[in-house]
């Protein structure tokens, strides 16, 4: 286990950093970050307030967790994060450990940023950029249906 003092210091050390708005590339490999006492531990709220500030980031672009323990409630507040964040294109994750149907969810939505989906959400997207960003995915239905329901009242 880590010390507790040690986890708070660097857990605020990683929201400053996930805040940071012009960061891309976030390493957090190698550490406990994922395991099942950094996300039930006396103070729950601290990795709910890293997940929030990526899912709120709109710059980051790589980011890197592997040989990290994968807990349940981490994959569950990662997945959350992920569903919010439309800029992370590339996500370095072993998921040999994390149940199928959340690897496939957190493969899909990282395939749909990948994809153009944050570009469909800006307030007034170009009409030509649906055809486009389609053409892209010809090949995967899931993305092709992804991207079409992303802002529907655009398209219709």
């Not at 286990?1 to 976030?26: A, E, G, M």
């Not at 729950?44 to 807990?71: C, G, H, V, W």
């Amino acid at each position: 286990k880590v010390c507790p003092l040690l986890y708070v210091c660097f857990l605020f050390s990683r929201i400053r950093v996930v805040k940071t708005p012009s960061i891309t590339y976030l390493s957090l490999s190698q550490n406990e970050l994922g395991s099942e006492y950094m996300i039930t531990r006396e103070n729950p709220d601290e990795p709910r307030k890293l997940f929030a500030s990526l899912a709120a980031n709109k710059t980051l672009q790589r980011m890197y967790l592997d040989m990290n323990p994968l807990s349940p409630g981490f994959v569950e507040l990662l997945t959350h994060a992920l569903e919010q964040n439309t800029t992370l294109m590339r996500l370095g994750l072993l998921t040999l450990t994390v149940p199928t149907q959340d690897a496939k969810k957190i493969r899909y939505l990282i395939s749909l940023n990948s994809a153009g989906r944050g570009k469909l959400q800006s307030d007034f997207p170009d009409p030509r950029l649906l055809p486009y960003l389609l053409s892209r995915v010809s090949n995967d239905p899931p993305l092709i249906y992804g991207l079409l329901t992303q802002v529907p009242h655009t398209w219709t």
